[in-house]
């Protein structure tokens, strides 16, 4: 992806243009960020322990190889038309070279704006079987947080987005996984922000697949340590975690149940720890849950056949950092992946989260859900 539009540019519109020194000057970031992208590769880790490192190559990739990668692509294609149908004009490149200077606008954008924006989102939820008392409760819900990338330049967006949670007097706070990147000392430093979040019933919490040691190259032995001190990090800040259990919350005679479900992943790229009679262990039929569960995909796959969680929230896809007019690419791979899906009186909340491993957002910007519960069915609205 670095060489071959280098190799194809210079070979159509360089190479008998130029003089000697700037032939050899136009190579010159490529082999750089080729040796780069080597040294990346040569981590142990899943990425460098410094994000500065990781986020400066991922800069120089979309600055360097994405706009030029587009334009090869374009171009090459246009000068196929051209040959086939004679044309004097290769078209291709024309849309290629508009197409590059679009990408350096996304990255820009994404990276100096989007990454910066934060979303609240309102949804309403109606359920026949809601507990009366709990008509008009209030969720805020939030997911991907992966402070590990709130840095300095980033610090303030972090205490904002609390500020903007505690102002919307929930009932209740959630957080549904990915609290940081690779490991738990990314936590420490946010403990007095998060600390900060207040709900009438308190704030719930799952694991999600980056909260886990599986990131890192490490024993066994290392690996258990993190684990245990991401999960004491959220006990410190006055966080009730939930591993494939639940909680009741009551108000007078009406209860509902918090379940939180270890991330349930698909098994090959992301591990699968949920166990869904564990984490509904002691729950009724008749009682009315809402789940929490990192993954979307395990909606379908374990919470609709083998529960009777009516409501579930997640998070996990990011919807890629990147959306264009409603769409984004992470529709490829999964079917519920950012807002609120029914399957008949149930739903997934999926949060499209609050930051992101690689501080770059086009098109979906950060988003905390404030999700009210309504007792009934949802009214139709005439037109």
Known sequence: MILLPDAYIYMRHIRAKARLSLRLLWWLPSLLLAIFTVGIGCSRDF?????????????????????????????????????????????????????????????????????????????????????????????????????????????????????????????????????????????????????????????????????????????????????????????????????????????????????????????RLYSRRGNICKTLAGVSDSAFVVMLEHDPTSWRNRILPYSNAALTLCGHTHAMQFELFGWSPVAFKYSEWGGMYHEGSRAVNVSTGLGGFIPFRFGVPGEIVVITLHRGTKPIISK
């Open 47 to 267: 990425a460098p322990k410094d994000n500065t490192i990781l986020n400066s190559y991922l800069f120089l990739f979309g600055l360097f190889v994405v706009p030029k990668l587009v334009f090869a692509i374009f171009s090459l294609v246009g000068h196929g038309v051209k040959i086939v149908f004679h044309t004097r004009r290769n078209y291709g490149a024309f849309a290629g070279g508009t197409l590059a200077v679009c990408c350096l606008y996304v990255l820009f954008y994404g990276i100096f704006i989007g990454f910066g924006k934060l979303d609240v989102r309102h949804e309403d939820y109606y359920s026949e079987t809601l507990p009366a008392l709990f008509d008009g409760y209030r969720i805020v819900h939030f997911s991907d947080a992966h402070v590990g990338t709130y840095g300095r330049s980033y610090a303030k967006m972090l205490s904002r987005a609390v500020d903007s949670m505690n102002a919307q007097h929930p009932d209740l706070i959630v957080f549904t996984g990915d609290l940081q990147n690779m490991r738990p000392d990314e936590i420490r430093p946010h403990v007095s922000v998060l600390g900060r979040l207040k709900a009438s019933d308190g704030v719930f919490s799952v694991l999600g697949n980056h909260d886990y040691a599986d990131y890192i190259s490490a024993s066994a032995d290392v690996k258990a340590a993190n684990e245990r001190e991401t999960v004491l990090l959220q006990g410190c800040m006055g966080w009730t975690l939930l591993r494939n259990e639940n909680r009741v919350i009551r108000r007078g005679a009406d209860s509902i149940v918090i379940s939180g479900m270890e991330n349930d992943g698909d098994g």
